[in-house]
């Protein structure tokens, strides 16, 4: 149980496009998503908090009008960057709490999307 | 603010050896540590976490860690290590219970196992 997918896999895009990365809860409902960045060789940086019928919540640092996230329902989250550059290629994961935030213990972790920005 | 600490980048460790890959944290509160494992372009895989009870924890994969709260650590620990641990292992923490919490990670350790 608490599977957590991603889609796609790896997307290469020419620059100035959007992209839509999408995170599925496959056998639960997670009222509260995480996206996380992870650049080569370094750790993962918490970009949002991607919270079910509302607006996310987004770290500072992280423009909001260039990583849009929409948490439309309680099994999916996507992630659009839009007007990508160069820069945006890294690698995209998110991550989902089972149940409510007050009572889940753990974040279950998508298998990554690798975006590549040309 | 809470911080972890990961002091090496890179552990070898020769296959049927013990290994430790060491952690240290920092947070204001009670700490909720945990371990993952990431393979080569692929997302996190948990290991194994510390929320309360006995200080040491065991995980999958044959792998424990042991938090030691005076140091403020949390090493993970194998006692005998394979060819197939070898792949970049990261410590988390977080305060409290609430999984909406902040998560934490530190930067990272790779663990190279060689035959």
């Known amino acids: 149980g608490a599977v957590v997918s991603q889609h796609p896999s790896w997307v290469i895009c020419k620059s100035g496009t959007s992209v839509k990365i999408e995170c599925r809860s496959l056998d639960f409902q997670a009222t509260t998503m995480f996206w996380y960045r992870q650049f080569p060789k370094q750790s993962l940086m918490l970009m949002a908090t991607?919270?079910?019928?509302?607006?996310?919540?987004?770290e500072q640092g992280v423009e909001k009008d260039k990583f849009l996230i929409n948490h439309a329902s309680l099994t999916l989250s996507t992630l659009t960057v839009t007007s990508a550059h160069p820069e945006d290629s890294s690698f995209y994961i998110c991550s989902a709490i089972l149940g409510t935030s007050g009572s889940a213990d753990e974040q279950f972790f998508g298998p990554g999307t690798r975006l590549t920005v040309l | 603010a809470q911080s972890v600490a990961q002091p090496e980048d890179q552990v070898n460790v020769a296959e049927g050896n013990p290994l430790t890959v060491k952690c240290t944290y920092s947070v204001s509160g009670n700490p909720y540590l945990f371990w993952y494992v990431q393979y080569p372009n692929r997302g996190l895989q948990f290991l194994l976490k510390y929320i309360t009870g006995d200080n040491l924890v065991k995980g999958s994969y044959g792998f424990e860690a042991e938090f030691n709260k005076s140091q403020t650590s949390f090493h993970l620990k194998k006692p005998s290590a394979l060819v197939s641990d070898s792949a970049l292992y990261f410590c988390?923490?977080?305060?409290?219970?609430?999984?909406?919490?902040?998560?934490?990670f530190g930067g990272g350790t790779r663990l190279m196992v060689k035959p």
């Open positions: 988390a923490v977080r305060e409290g219970p609430n999984a909406g919490n902040m998560l934490t």
């Open positions: 991607s919270n079910e019928g509302s607006k996310a919540t987004y």
